[in-house]
C-alpha cells in the first residue's frame, strides 16, 4: 500500500504532482495512474474542510452532489462509482423547476427522453471516501508531504487555492453576496426520483432525492439565501427551520424534518486566467467556480480530468506529460464549456433575482415556454447530462 513519502522517499521522479485531494484532485492523480504515469499525491488524506460559518461537527460534509451523466461515466472507469454504497446514490428521474409568479413550472423527465435517469444525487461524504480508498489502493500513487518535482504539476487546490497565486495565475472572483445552505431531511412523502428546485427571488431552493436516510424519504436541501439571512437560518431551532422549509415550499414535498447539522457556503463566480504554463495545470474549483444552482461544479472538474486524461492518452510519444502543447490543448478543449456553464448560472441567477416586474414577466414566461417545447426540453436534458 503506497504510504506518505517525503520528497526524497519516492523511488523514482514522479511524472505528475496532483495538489489537492478534493474530489477533482483524487480523481485526476486515479486517472493518470491508470495511464501507467507515475504519480505524486500532495494533500490532506481527510475529509474536505468547510469553508464556512457553518461547519458540521467532525467537519463530514453534509452536501450532496448531482452528477450527469459524463461524471458517472468517469467515475466508474475510475471503479469508484460501484464502491459508493447504493442508498448515497439516487437516480433522478425528474426536476421540476418552479418560477415565482406560483403558476409558471418547467419539467423534465427521463422516461420523455428515453434516458434511464437524468442525473445522479451522490452523497458528497461517501463519494469522497470512495476516492481515497480508491487511491490507497492505486499502483502508481505516492502520497508526499511536500511537493515533489515533476513534469506535470495539476493544481486541484479548490477556489481558495495560494498556489495558484504564486505561479502567476489570477482568479477574478466576484461574490453573489448569498450563501448556499446544505441540509439534509427527512420528507413524509416518497421522492419517487423527482429532483424540486424554486426560484423564488431573492432565493433559490432545491430539495433533490436521496435514498438516505430512508429509502424513497431522503432529501439534500441547497438553499441560497442572501448573506445577511444566513445567520439568522442557521441560529433557527430545528423546528423553526422545518416550519420556514414548509412555507418556502408551500407543502410539496410533505413534511420536512431536520436530519443533523445545517451549514452554508459563501456562493461566488469566477475563472482563473491563465489556466496553465510551462509544466502546470489548473483543474477544478482552481481553475472556475459557478453557483451550485445548476449543480455543475464538480461535474466541470470531472471534465476537465477526462479531458486531460483523454489528451495525455493521445499524446505523441515525444511529448512528456506537461508539455505545453498538450496542456493548451486541453485548455483549448475546455474554454467553451466552462464558460458557457459560468455565464448559463450567472444569467439564470441574474434573470431570477432581479426585482423588477419586466425580469418576473420574462423569467416566468421563459419558464413557461420551454416547458411547452418537447424538442427543446430533449435537447436541454441531454447537453446537460455532458455526454
Ligand atoms: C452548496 C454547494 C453545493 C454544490 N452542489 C454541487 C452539485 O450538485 N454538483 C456539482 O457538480 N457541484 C456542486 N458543487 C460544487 C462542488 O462542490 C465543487 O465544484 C467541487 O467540490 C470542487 O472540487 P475540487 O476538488 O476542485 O475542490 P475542493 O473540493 O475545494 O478541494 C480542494 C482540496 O485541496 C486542498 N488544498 C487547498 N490548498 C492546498 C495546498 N496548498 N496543498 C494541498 N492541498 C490543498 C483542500 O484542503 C481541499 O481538500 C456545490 C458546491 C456548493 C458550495
Redesign the pocket.
Known amino acids: 500500500m503506497p504510504g506518505m513519502a517525503g520528497s526524497n522517499a519516492l523511488a523514482l521522479a514522479p511524472d505528475v504532482l496532483v495538489?489537492?485531494?478534493?474530489?477533482?484532485?483524487?480523481?485526476a492523480a486515479l486517472a493518470l495512474a491508470r495511464q501507467g504515469l507515475r504519480v505524486a499525491l500532495?494533500?490532506?488524506p481527510t475529509a474536505?474542510?468547510i469553508?464556512t460559518p457553518g461547519s458540521t461537527p467532525g467537519g463530514t460534509d453534509i452536501?450532496?452532489?448531482?452528477?450527469?451523466g459524463a461524471?458517472v461515466d468517469l467515475l466508474t472507469e475510475l471503479k469508484v462509482w460501484e464502491a459508493i454504497p447504493a442508498a448515497a446514490r439516487t437516480q433522478v428521474h425528474e426536476m421540476r423547476i418552479e418560477g415565482d409568479d406560483g403558476a409558471s413550472v418547467l419539467e423534465f423527465s427521463a422516461w420523455n427522453s428515453a434516458l434511464a435517469e437524468l442525473a445522479w444525487?451522490?452523497d458528497?461524504a461517501a463519494l469522497d471516501a470512495a476516492l481515497r480508498e480508491a487511491v490507497r489502493f492505486a499502483p502508481h500513487i505516492e502520497r508526499v508531504a511536500a511537493?515533489v518535482s515533476a513534469s506535470l504539476t495539476l493544481l486541484?487546490?479548490?477556489?481558495?487555492?495560494?498556489?495558484r497565486a504564486a505561479l502567476g495565475s489570477r482568479m477574478v472572483r466576484r461574490s453573489y453576496g448569498h450563501q448556499?445552505?446544505?441540509a439534509r431531511l427527512e420528507a413524509t412523502r416518497p421522492h419517487a426520483g423527482l429532483a424540486r428546485q424554486w426560484f423564488r427571488a431573492p432565493d433559490v431552493l432545491?430539495l433533490?432525492p436521496m435514498d438516505q436516510p430512508r429509502h424513497d424519504h431522503g432529501l439534500a436541501l441547497?438553499w441560497?439565501v442572501p448573506d445577511e439571512r444566513v445567520a439568522q437560518l442557521l441560529a433557527l431551532t430545528d423546528e423553526a427551520f422545518e416550519a420556514e422549509l414548509a412555507q418556502a415550499t408551500a407543502g410539496a414535498a410533505g413534511e420536512l424534518r431536520l436530519i443533523g447539522a445545517r451549514a452554508?457556503?459563501?456562493?461566488s463566480i469566477g475563472r482563473a486566467e491563465p489556466l496553465h504554463g510551462p509544466g502546470w495545470l489548473l483543474?477544478?474549483?482552481?481553475?472556475h467556480?459557478?453557483h451550485?444552482l445548476?449543480?455543475?461544479?464538480?461535474?466541470?472538474?470531472?471534465a476537465d480530468v477526462a479531458s486531460l486524461a483523454r489528451i495525455l492518452t493521445e499524446r505523441e510519444s515525444w511529448r512528456s506529460p506537461g508539455d505545453v502543447r498538450l496542456l493548451a490543448r486541453h485548455a483549448r478543449a475546455r474554454a467553451g464549456d466552462t464558460l458557457a456553464m459560468g455565464t448559463l448560472t450567472d444569467g439564470l441567477l441574474h434573470l431570477f433575482s432581479h426585482p423588477s416586474p419586466w425580469a418576473r414577466e420574462l423569467r416566468n414566461r421563459g419558464l413557461g415556454l420551454v416547458n411547452h417545447l418537447p424538442p427543446l426540453k430533449r435537447l436541454l436534458t441531454r447537453a446537460a447530462l455532458g455526454r
Open positions: 495538489r489537492g485531494a478534493g474530489a477533482v484532485g483524487l480523481a500532495l494533500g490532506q474536505p474542510s469553508s452536501r450532496a452532489y448531482a452528477l450527469n461524471s444525487i451522490v458528497a511537493p486541484a487546490e479548490g477556489k481558495d487555492s495560494a498556489t448556499a445552505i446544505a432545491a433533490l441547497v441560497s452554508a457556503w459563501p456562493l483543474l477544478g474549483d482552481a481553475a467556480v459557478v451550485p445548476a449543480g455543475q461544479g464538480l461535474n466541470l472538474g470531472l
